[in-house]
């Protein structure tokens, strides 16, 4: 063994020793790409390894085949080869039979920093399928537009924006000749040969009016339902090659990448498209100008396959221009570059060691040397684009003898293109040549038909029809013989191409169309609550309302409905609102519910506690006044308490929106706080509100003997008890559907609505029962009255009060209010029951116990004709 120096670019390597190869990495690619590995990459890693690995390379002539072989190998399990190099485009095909291994925790573990140098486009989407990692890329394809500068500048054109001004620019400048070169020029130069590139042309118009919110949404197949979005936009793009094909080459239909660049070089061509590596080959310094792909001003309406313009809601990574509005631009990764991946049926020892090489030729160092060559080297041929942010630097480039100016503006079209949201990736999915291959023959054909004619709006659909057709058989065909080669059906592995596979099939347990149902409840209590508010409002003087003290019934009806408000914030989940909406409604949630409760039961309270201090006073034969404002200071206190507690939740651990993920494909939507805090906050409100409950039911208590008309105690308690047993069911069942939103939804609207309804219907309706039957009784009360006592009573008609009174009961030795016969207390009582009802409408105050107890003292106590009764509290009382 000799010691020999070596100068290769690892850190390891500065001095080694050359050893007889001790493993070989077999390695398996396309015939024109076998000189890349055996000259550049191959040599390089078995240098880094000190000669003891060794690359073999095997190879085979066409894509074709090559999908072909390395697909077999995967369904079949048969570990002929450690790597492959490839395009991406056969990964799905493959990754359904785990023919390509997982590199995710190998690249987490030992290459991180180097992979997130890499661009996103590439890392997330063409490297992955459904989240893991399966290639690493060597190269990073988009597609340019590529111009003459000097050709432009001298018809004072700018770089065309949209498809419209490239086409204006072709057939203005076509057939002209050029001065300074006395050559003829040609509009545009793009080869279209059949199975060449042609349909990578199409893919790139096609795009920038399908895809308009990146790539998760797909731009030949909606990733939804693998519904190809063809329609108006492959009509209109038939339009723009027909205008292009009558501006461009002669020779088009017979040539391919050889038609557009070496046009460029001879000076005569004056548009066209290709790849970035066209700019390694230093083709006219100075005056080639590099620029994106032209844009769309109408867009794709997915819905009804119209084209519409292009607007900021519809196309959100369109670009705005004063003078012709929104353009959505739609850069192309056409081909998706070189890549490699390490065949998932050999040993883990030989998977660890292709994963090193992959790596190790995908670094930023290797790397630079294939992307950023010098000017006519080796390197420069292969025509390896950049795909890392290392590859952005403009100084790498001048340094290496190209132009600042072209180079700045390569540089700056791949940045823009590479992180562009909109970033149009390959289809890939099984039988992804045949729909390619299908759009291909679509424009060839309609071309070869129109050439020469004015083609019709009828010509291009039927062309357009038909390729649909084809398409929609494909994948048919596909899924039908999916499950006997056991294999997945189009559709779930184009999603998990895309990376949506978990977002658009996830078992999200979403609300779903209950929240209308509940929304439903939500609005008949309202209902209820501005119904019974409303009518307070309108009979505030009748003696029903009057003795019931309004105010307070409005605050009840105040308080029903902000609790009731609380299910439509219970009923917003991520279907219908953005995160800072589902954020604020779970924060809202406790507000309306506590705030709600509040409300109504500290309103019950001071009604009630205003209710018996007057009765207590009564009782004793005291005057007293008790307003409103001196009962409203517990009431205010209990709701200042609640907003204090509540503004410092919000504020110090509020609820958000989370998603919880049960397994891949099944979550859940709640409201959670963001710490631990919460359980604090939530154990005052109890305690509060509790106590407010606990309060109402014993002032309820201490007037349970008061007529309901005045205090509601019977309903009171009634309400309670319902709320208890409704509380007792309802909590449990939360507990019990939690992880499912729209049952969770659903308990929690019965627990408001019943809780609601309650407190609307026992303490409303019995009023109502009252007003209702009241207004006849009151008539005729009224006209006994004016009959019998206030003009005066004659022997006739009915004795004097002053005779039906004795002092004694002769017979009992009971001291009471006594009479000569029925019709003597009939009357009577008429008497007495009016002159409670003027107490009542002119005081508030039932005066039902002191009657009683005037009429059981020792020593009866006469009532004249023309007696008033005694005042015991003011009008406010």
Request: proline share 4%; net charge negative.
């Amino acid at each position: 063994m000799a010691n020999t120096t070596c100068d290769c670019p690892a850190p390891s390597c500065n001095t080694a020793t050359r050893e007889e190869p001790e493993a070989v990495i077999k390695v398996f690619t396309i015939d024109f790409k076998e000189s890349d590995i055996t000259e550049l990459m191959g040599p390089r890693f078995e240098e880094y390894k000190n000669g003891q690995v060794k690359i073999d390379v095997s190879v085979v002539s066409g894509f074709d085949t090559l999908f072909s072989e390395i697909e077999n190998d995967a369904r079949l399990g048969l570990g002929l080869f450690d790597v492959f190099i490839t395009p991406p485009t056969v990964m799905g095909s493959v990754a359904p039979y785990n023919g390509f291994t997982d590199l995710t925790t190998y690249i987490q573990e030992n290459y991180l920093e180097e992979w997130l140098d890499i661009f996103p486009g590439y890392r997330e989407i063409i490297a992955s399928y459904n989240g893991k990692i399966l290639m690493t890329p060597f190269d990073g394809d988009l597609l340019h537009l590529f111009y003459n500068k000097e050709i432009l500048d001298y018809y004072n054109f700018d770089s065309p924006r949209t498809w419209q001004e490239y086409n204006d620019i072709a057939e203005q400048v076509h057939g002209k000749i050029f001065p300074p070169t006395n050559k003829t020029l040609m509009g545009s130069c793009i080869g279209r040969l059949p199975q060449c590139a042609g349909p990578y042309w199409a893919m790139q118009v096609l795009s920038s009016m399908t895809q308009t919110k990146g790539s998760s949404e797909g731009s030949l197949f909606d990733t939804k339902d693998m519904s190809p979005l063809t329609n108006d936009a492959l009509v209109e793009t038939l339009k723009i090659f027909e205008k292009q094909f009558k501006y461009g080459h002669p020779t088009e239909l017979e040539g391919c990448l050889k038609i557009n660049m070496p046009a460029m070089k001879d000076e005569e061509c004056v548009l066209t498209l290709n790849w970035g590596n066209a700019f390694l080959s230093n083709l006219i310094p100075g005056k080639l100008g590099i620029d994106k792909a032209p844009g769309s001003q109408k867009v794709l309406d997915r819905e009804t396959g119209k084209l519409v313009t292009c607007t900021k809601e519809l196309c959100p990574n369109a670009v705005y221009y004063d003078d012709i509005g929104f353009v959505n631009y739609a850069p192309y990764a056409a081909f998706g570059g070189w890549s490699g991946a390490v065949n998932g049926n050999i040993s883990d020892e030989k998977k660890k060691l292709a994963m090193e090489f992959l790596t190790f030729s995908a670094s930023k160092e290797q790397s630079s040397k294939l992307v950023i060559p010098q000017v006519g080297s080796r390197e420069a041929d292969a025509g390896y684009d950049p795909y890392r942010l290392s590859h952005m630097n403009e100084e790498d480039y001048v340094k290496q003898g190209f132009d600042r100016e072209t180079t700045d503006a390569y540089l700056g079209t791949i940045k823009e293109g590479l992180l562009s949201p909109n970033l149009v990736v390959d289809i890939r999915f099984p039988e992804a040549t045949k729909m390619m291959s299908i759009l291909d023959t679509a424009v060839i054909n309609h071309l070869n038909e129109t050439k020469g004619v004015t083609a019709t709006d009828q010509m291009r659909r039927d062309i357009v029809k038909d390729a649909t057709a084809d398409m929609k058989k494909v994948i048919s065909e596909y899924d039908s013989r999916a499950h006997m080669e056991k294999s997945e059906k189009i559709l779930p592995q184009y999603q998990k191409l895309r990376g949506v596979y978990g977002e658009l099939n996830e078992d999200k347990n979403l609300i779903g169309d209950v929240r209308w149902i509940g929304y439903a409840l939500g609005f008949v209590i309202i209902a209820m609550a501005l119904l019974f508010s409303g009518w307070v409002a309108i009979n505030r003087k009748h003696r029903v309302v009057r003795i019931s003290q309004p105010i307070f019934l409005h605050l009840i009806c105040l308080g029903v409905l902000v609790l009731s408000s609380a299910i439509f914030p219970l009923g917003i989940d991520d279907t219908d609102s953005n995160e800072q909406g589902r954020n604020a409604a779970c924060a809202s949630i406790p507000w309306l519910v506590s705030l709600g409760f509040s409300l109504v039961f500290s309103a019950l309270f001071s009604k009630l506690w205003r209710i018996n201090k007057v009765f207590a006073a009564a009782a004793t034969m005291k005057r007293v006044v008790v307003t409103a404002k001196d009962v409203l200071t517990p009431f205010a206190i209990l709701m200042t308490l609640n907003f204090i507690v509540l503004l410092s939740w919000t504020l110090v651990d509020p609820m958000v929106f989370e998603r919880v993920y049960t397994d891949e494909l099944t979550s859940y939507g709640r409201c959670v706080p963001q710490g631990n805090q919460w359980k604090g906050f939530v154990a005052t409100l109890a305690i509060l509100n509790f106590t407010a409950l606990v309060l109402v039911n014993v002032q309820a208590y201490h007037a349970r003997s008061i007529n309901d008309e005045l205090s509601e105690s019977k309903y009171i308690g009634l309400a309670t008890l319902s709320m208890f047993q409704i509380l007792l069911v309802g909590i449990p069942l939360l507990a019990i559907v939690y992880d499912t939103p729209s049952a969770y939804f659903f308990v929690w609207c019965g627990i408001i609505f019943i809780i609601c309804t309650t407190i609307l219907l026992l303490i409303f309706v019995p009023k109502v029962i009252r007003w209702k039957s009241g207004a006849s009784d009151r008539s005729t009360t009224a006209n006994k009255f004016t009959s019998n006592w206030s003009h005066g009573n004659n022997a006739s008609s009915a004795p004097s009060h002053s005779s039906q009174v004795e002092n004694k009961n002769a017979s009992s030795g009971d001291k009471r209010v006594s009479f000569d016969d029925k019709e003597s207390e009939l009357i009577h009582r008429e008497k007495m029951d009016e002159i409670k009802d003027l107490v009542m409408e002119k005081h508030n105050i039932d005066i039902t116990y002191i009657i009683l107890k005037v009429e059981r003292a020792d020593e009866a106590v006469p009532v004249a004709d023309d007696a008033q009764p005694e005042s015991m509290a003011d009008e406010s009382a």
